[in-house]
Each structure stands twice: as C-alpha cells, then as structure tokens.
C-alpha cells in the first residue's frame, strides 16, 4: 500500500499500560486503508517492546524515537512522513471501535469537512470525575463549533494539505497546541466538525487525578487566556505528560 488514506500519529512517552489497548483496536479495524506512524518521546519503560509485539498484526507500523519530550515535535514529525490524505493524531491513551476508520470516512465523503474530531467517551475503568467532564467537554465542543471551532488533543483528524499550510502544530506552546491549530484553520475558512458518533474512549485519568475543581480551574483559565493573550508558551499551571505521571492511580 503506497499510497493510504489515512496516516495515524500516536505520540509516547511511558505508556505500556495503554498504548497495548489502542493498538489493538487500530489492528481490528474494519477498514485497512491506514499506516501508523509512532514517535516515542524517549520512554524508560516497556512501551517500545509493547508496539513491537504488533509489527505483525500492524504491518504498516512505523516506529521512531525522538530525542525530545515535545508532543508537538513528535506530532509534527509524523505528518512529515505520512503518505496518507488524512492525518489522525490519537493520544496514546485512546480506543477506538472496530469501524471507527470507516465511519469517518463516510463522515469525510458526506460532509467534505476539512477538521473534525468526535466525542470523548470515557473508558469502562474511569470514575465519576473522569466521565463528568469528558462529557461536558464533548457537549462543550458541539456547541462551540456554531461559534468558535474547537477539535481538542486525544483525536484530530484533518487533511493533510491544510495541516502542511498550517505549518503543523506550534512547538513553542506548552499547552493547548490543539486549540491553537484549530483557531489557525478557522481563519483559513477551514470547514471543521465535531461528531458524536464514531465511538473514541478517551482516558479520563488527569481529571480522576486533579479532580473536578482542580481540572475545570485549569480549562477555564487556559481558554481565557488564549482568548485574551494567546497562544500559551510559558506554563501558566502544572501539566504533567507522560503515563508515568499516572502509575498510581491506575
């Protein structure tokens, strides 16, 4: 396959507890037409030997270490290699149901959206916390994309020549690189859509961890931010990456 419609971009950084769970539902998808492009940002645990174990199952797989822990570096580095139409920038940490490439195919071909993104639907082990807020920030989504376009991290999905005109996520900002690059496509008249349905389980385990108050402070003072400053290049809260940060809760 030269030439796949769809490059998925999966950023590590110790994530042997979940990286197993989403490559194993990439694997099964119904539609075949994808490659997976992985770039590690330099794990210490056993997440390489996890995505090693499905070179066969994934024979499209594409593995790199990066020398930096720079999720948007890490992203950016995928696209420049993708040979798909469409890029997918999962987080590491996601599920996705058997027809979920299919389905936003159909998705692509109806509507001719430019960027889109579905709902965040919480994961069987997640707590009360966790899925109180991965709704409201689903049903946040759908309401803002009549007013401000919003795709937020754990899926975006958008077409490669707009993401390249874009000149891909901004590696200076520390947080809300997803945020930014949607306000980027928006001025560009991009069309952007976010759907309920295909089904994408999204782990609610910073939110279990900081808790509801703690986790909708942040949201709020992120987006205020943007609105009135900009894109966020100096850290303004603590926002830990990498699996490692929830080892204990999990």
């Known amino acids: ?25 990439i694997s099964k998808q119904t539609y075949k037409e994808y490659e997976v492009l992985i770039r590690d940002c330099v794990s210490t645990d056993n997440t390489i030997n996890v ?9 499209q797989i594409n593995l790199i270490s990066s020398k930096t822990k720079n999720v948007s570096e890490a992203r950016n580095s995928g696209a420049k290699s993708a040979l798909g139409e469409w890029l997918i920038f999962f987080d590491a940490d996601v599920e996705i149901e058997s027809n979920f490439l299919m389905d936003v195919k ?8 430019h960027f889109l993104t579905m709902w965040n639907r919480p ?7 966790g899925r109180f807020l991965l709704y409201g920030l689903s049903i946040g989504m759908s309401i803002l994309q009549y ?26 900002i ?14 560009q008249k991009a ?20 808790g509801i108050p703690l986790s909708i402070y942040k949201s709020i003072k992120a987006f205020w ?9 100096t850290p303004i809260f603590t926002y830990k990456m990498g699996g490692q940060e929830f080892k204990k809760k999990i």
């Open 174 to 187: 520390v947080f809300g690189e997803d945020f930014d690059l949607t306000r980027r496509a928006n001025k």
């Open 106 to 113: 159909k998705h692509i071909e109806e509507d001719r959206p």
């Open 225 to 233: 931010y943007q609105l009135t400053v900009g894109p966020i290049r």
């Open 1 to 25: 396959m030269s030439h796949p419609f769809f490059s998925i971009i999966i950023p590590t950084l110790n994530e042997e507890d979940h990286i197993n769970s989403l490559l194993k539902s």
């Open 147 to 172: 007013i401000m376009p919003a795709v937020n991290g754990p899926c975006m999905i958008i077409k490669k020549d707009l993401f390249k005109s874009l000149n891909g996520f901004d590696e200076e």
């Open 123 to 129: 994961q069987k082990q997640d707590g009360f916390q």
């Open 51 to 59: 995505i090693k174990s499905y070179e066969k199952d994934i024979p």
């Open 191 to 210: 069309i952007v859509k976010i759907y309920t349905k295909p089904n994408i389980f999204v782990s609610g385990r910073r939110f279990d961890t900081e």
